[in-house]
C-alpha cells in the first residue's frame, strides 16, 4: 500500500492542524495505522495508532488528550486531529501501516511509510 502524508503546515502555539493519511494500492481496511513523528537531531517518536476497523485507538502519553487519531476507510484515508499545539510538538509527521496493530504500539516495526509532512509550531 502506498501512503502519502499531507496537511502540515506553520501554525501558532495553541492552534489546530488536521493531517490526512491518504493510502492506495492494496486494501486499506486491512491495516492498521500509525503516525510518528521525528524533530531535527531526535529519534522517530511514536505518537497515535488506529486498529484496521477504526474502532481502537491509542495515543501517546505525549499527545493525549490534544491529538486524535481516526480513519474513514470508504475513502481510504486516515487523519490525525492536533488541538492545542505546542512549539514542541514541532516535527516532520509520518503515516505508515502495519497488518499487525501490536507490532505499531510495541516495535514501530511497520509494512509501510509514507513521506512525511512538515508541522512547525511557532510559540
Known amino acids: 500500500v502506498q501512503l502519502q502524508a499531507s496537511g502540515g503546515g506553520l501554525v501558532m502555539a495553541g492552534g489546530s492542524l488536521r493531517l490526512s493519511c491518504a493510502a492506495s494500492?492494496?486494501?486499506?481496511?486491512?491495516?492498521?495505522v500509525g503516525w510518528f513523528r521525528q524533530a531535527p537531531e531526535k529519534e522517530r517518536e511514536y505518537v497515535a495508532a488506529?486498529?484496521?476497523?477504526?474502532?481502537?485507538?491509542y495515543h501517546a502519553h505525549s499527545v493525549k488528550d490534544r491529538f486524535f487519531i481516526s480513519r474513514d476507510n470508504a475513502k481510504n484515508t486516515a487523519f490525525l486531529e492536533m488541538n492545542s499545539l505546542k512549539p514542541e510538538d514541532t516535527a516532520v509527521y509520518y503515516c505508515?501501516?502495519?497488518?499487525?496493530?501490536?507490532?505499531?504500539?510495541?516495535?514501530?516495526?511497520?509494512?509501510?511509510w509514507g513521506k512525511g509532512t512538515q508541522v512547525t509550531v511557532s510559540s
Open positions: 505508515a501501516a502495519n497488518s499487525v496493530l501490536r507490532e505499531i504500539l510495541t516495535s514501530g516495526v511497520m509494512d509501510y
Open positions: 494500492g492494496d486494501t486499506f481496511s486491512d491495516y492498521a
Open positions: 488506529i486498529d484496521s476497523s477504526g474502532t481502537r485507538m
